[in-house]
């Protein structure tokens, strides 16, 4: 059976599987995707690329 689906996030800049908020001294990228045992993100091709485009928008702000 599917996880259910997680309520969308709150930040600025944001995508189906990304989201990037501003804090004092830097950016906060929260990720739902696919993690390892230790933590590490498993991006798909298209997830990667979904990540790019949101970092894009986040640069030319």
Do not use: C, N, Y
Not at 5 to 32: K, V, Y
């Amino acid at each position: 059976m599917a996880d259910p689906p997680l309520p969308p996030m709150a930040a600025p800049f944001q995508s189906p599987h990304f989201a990037i908020a501003r804090t004092e001294d830097g950016w906060i990228i929260e990720a739902r995707v696919t993690k390892d045992l230790t933590g590490d993100w498993l991006l798909s091709r298209h997830e990667l690329e979904e990540l790019h485009g949101l970092l894009e928008r986040v640069i030319a702000s």
